[in-house]
């Protein structure tokens, strides 16, 4: 058995980060070391040090990085996953096309895996939908998401993430995005042809199944040398 990973979950305050925090128990793989997240006040972990972000520089060795945070607290967390030669797997969406040029460059040192989804649903539907853009060119493709109202970036990085797999099969589509009350994550897809439609939808109900995709890839990236990786790449991976 191999000893476990020394995780730092970053974002630890928020609604994926108090999910992760809850769920790392239950991957042996891991051992949580650090929690971070801008302001820590209230902030209880069941093992490792709390830390604002302010005190990035004094977190402890770690062999993974976990982050869910924000566009602006993004690059402070991959620096540090450079910096101490960890692995760096990341959920936050709206990133700038700067931020994702830096994980291209941190993946010449480190194995970094950037996801818009971490579900198994969602990774199947992105199969589905480049195969139907595929067989159905020329018809119009809309896709429709609903997330909470704190939602920040729109369209969400899964629909954006849907969108360019429905280009690489030929479809051209259009986004819409709803913000209200607490949905955890809705895609509708709409494919329209001439006196006929074709439709795929996901709807997550539970950010726990973001959180344990999360931690699981975690689990298997560690142990991966640099490379910039992706959830088919994981999915494939044998067991
Ligand atoms: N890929 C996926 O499967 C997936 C699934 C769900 C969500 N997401 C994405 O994950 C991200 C987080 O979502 P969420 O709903 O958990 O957001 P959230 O509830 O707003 O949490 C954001 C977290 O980031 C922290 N933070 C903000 N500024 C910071 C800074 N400068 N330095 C360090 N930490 C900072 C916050 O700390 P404070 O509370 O102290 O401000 C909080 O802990 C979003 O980009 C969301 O779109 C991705």
């Known amino acids: 058995m191999n000893r476990p990973i020394d995780l730092l979950v970053h974002g630890a305050t928020g609604r994926m980060g108090q999910r992760l925090l809850a769920l790392a128990p239950d991957f042996p793989g891991l051992r949580l070391v650090a929690a971070v997240a801008r ?4 902030l209880v972990v069941p093992a490792g040090v709390v830390l604002p972000a302010t005190r990035l520089a004094d977190a402890p060795d770690i062999g993974l990085a976990i982050d869910f945070s924000l ?6 967390a991959l620096a540090l996953a450079v910096e101490r030669r960890a692995a760096f797997v990341s959920g936050t969406t709206g990133l700038s096309p700067a931020q994702r040029k830096a994980l291209e460059a941190a993946s010449r040192q480190i194995p970094v895996l950037w996801a818009a989804n971490f579900s198994m649903g969602v990774a199947v539907l992105t199969e589905l939908v480049e195969r139907a853009a595929t067989a159905l060119l020329g018809w119009d493709l809309d896709i429709v998401e609903s997330h909470h ?14 969108g360019a797999a ?4 030929g479809a051209e ?5 709803l ?9 509708w897809l709409q494919f329209a042809g001439a006196g006929e439609r074709v439709e795929l939808a996901h709807r997550a109900t539970s950010r726990d199944i973001f959180a344990r995709g999360a931690l699981s890839v975690g689990e298997w990236l560690a142990r991966q040398g640099a490379g910039l990786y992706t959830m088919r790449d994981w999915a494939q991976a044998p067991r």
Not at 39 to 42: F, K, R, V
Not at 71 to 76: C, L, N, S, T, V
């Open 173 to 177: 589509p259009r986004y819409a995005s």
């Open 39 to 42: 302001s820590t006040a209230g």
């Open 179 to 187: 913000r209200a009350g607490d949905i955890v994550g809705e895609h």
């Open 166 to 169: 429905a280009q690489a099969g």
């Open 149 to 162: 109202v704190h939602k920040q970036d729109a369209p969400s990085g899964t629909a954006l993430a849907l």
């Open 71 to 76: 566009p602006e607290a993004f690059d402070a």
